[in-house]
């Protein structure tokens, strides 16, 4: 009977190794790793916490079962409660009663309602480090043997195998749609995000707005103060646009000194709102004031909107273009909107 089940954990094992493996998106990993969960052990309640190496901090992932949705905004210090322990230590720990364990954070509990009793975790390691930890929670000490713990352990090491190939494929792939300048997206995810927008305003009947702008005599900083300068000038530029702008909006670097700004859920009038407070933003601000160099740099901007102007991306993109272009020919530094012409300051 035990060799019979030893082969059944090895069927077990060599069929998650086979799926996961052959997985690279980070969201279907995380679904396959939940079905292998309830499949293999039928918990009623685990959870995944992954590591925040900045912040040290381990957050849930995935959490099922009671206080679920609770568990979704708490955060453990690396340390801090059995799966901050066993993350910190890269050692799995079982406890058949929590509140009796000195390492159990007891504030969740009483933050989430739930009532734990037992927790079996076992840390994530890949390449020799912790990506986080899976813990069963009060699943009945008789019913949990050595045998799934070890099964559990093994399933852990080929579920943070997953997750790092799965990080890995998405970091490649942020290269190629992140801008090496200036931190933003670039040009090659404007697309994307559009589609997703145009999609969500037919939706929901919502609007949403793109800014088109381009810095006003940018070739003059770097004919007098060299191309790295200029660089760094981007960067701060499009950071300055991306810390003004609410979590919802998107800032991008178009190409050479020209961005693009999408505004989801904004009409034309809130837009250029939003457009005039950036606008009066750059104008005051003065860059590379401790290399006493005091470089002060303006833009032309131009706005449509969806689906007031245009109902396709290529449409909303040109529009805001030729809006950008008209403030150019006025004499620059200022703000003109598709089909509206130039706003007075």
């Known amino acids: 009977m035990e ?14 190794a086979k799926t996961l493996t052959s997985i690279l998106d980070f969201k ?15 918990p009623e309640n685990w959870s995944l916490l992954l590591l925040d190496e900045e912040r040290e901090e381990l957050y849930f992932e995935i959490a099922v079962g009671q206080s679920s949705k609770k568990l979704k905004e708490i955060r453990l210090k690396l340390g801090e409660g059995i799966a ?6 890269a050692k799995p720990l079982i406890t058949d ?13 009483e933050k989430t309602g739930f009532k734990t009793r037992s927790i079996a975790c076992v840390p994530l390691i890949s390449k020799g480090k912790v990506l986080g930890v899976i813990e069963l929670l009060n699943a009945e000490p008789k019913k949990r043997t050595d045998k799934e713990i070890q099964l559990l352990e093994a399933l852990a090491d080929l579920v943070a195998i997953a997750i790092e190939n799965a990080r890995f494929v998405e970091r490649i792939r942020e290269l190629t749609i992140i801008d090496d ?3 933003l997206y670039n040009s090659r995810h404007l697309h994307t995000l559009l589609e997703t927008e145009i999609s969500r305003a037919f939706r929901y009947h919502n609007s949403f707005s793109l800014i088109f702008l381009d810095l006003d005599h940018f070739k003059l900083v770097n004919d007098n103060y060299g191309h790295l300068v200029g660089s760094r000038l981007l960067r701060e530029v499009g950071q300055l646009f991306r810390y003004n702008l609410r979590t919802i909006d998107w800032a991008l670097r178009y ?7 999408i505004l989801p859920q904004t009409n034309k009038k809130e837009a250029t709102l939003v ?8 104008n005051q601000t003065v860059f590379f004031e401790k290399e006493k160099l005091n470089i002060r740099i303006f833009a032309s901007y131009g706005i449509s909107s969806f689906p007031e102007d245009a109902q396709d991306k290529e449409g909303i993109i040109k529009l805001a273009d030729q809006a950008m272009y008209l403030v150019k020919r006025s004499g620059r530094n200022g703000i003109a909107l598709a089909g509206q012409g130039l706003v007075a300051d």
Do not use: H, S
């Open 3 to 16: 060799e019979k089940n030893k082969e059944n954990d090895l069927t077990i094992l060599q069929r998650v």
């Open 28 to 42: 279907e990993v995380l679904n396959k790793i939940m079905e292998v969960i309830a499949e293999v052990f039928q």
């Open 84 to 89: 901050g322990w066993v993350a910190k230590n």
């Open 97 to 109: 009663d929590a509140y009796l364990d000195p390492r159990f954070a007891k504030w969740v509990d």
């Open 181 to 183: 300048v200036t931190g």
């Open 255 to 261: 190409g050479g000194d020209e961005f693009i700004i």
């Open 275 to 282: 457009c005039k407070r950036l606008r009066e933003t750059l």
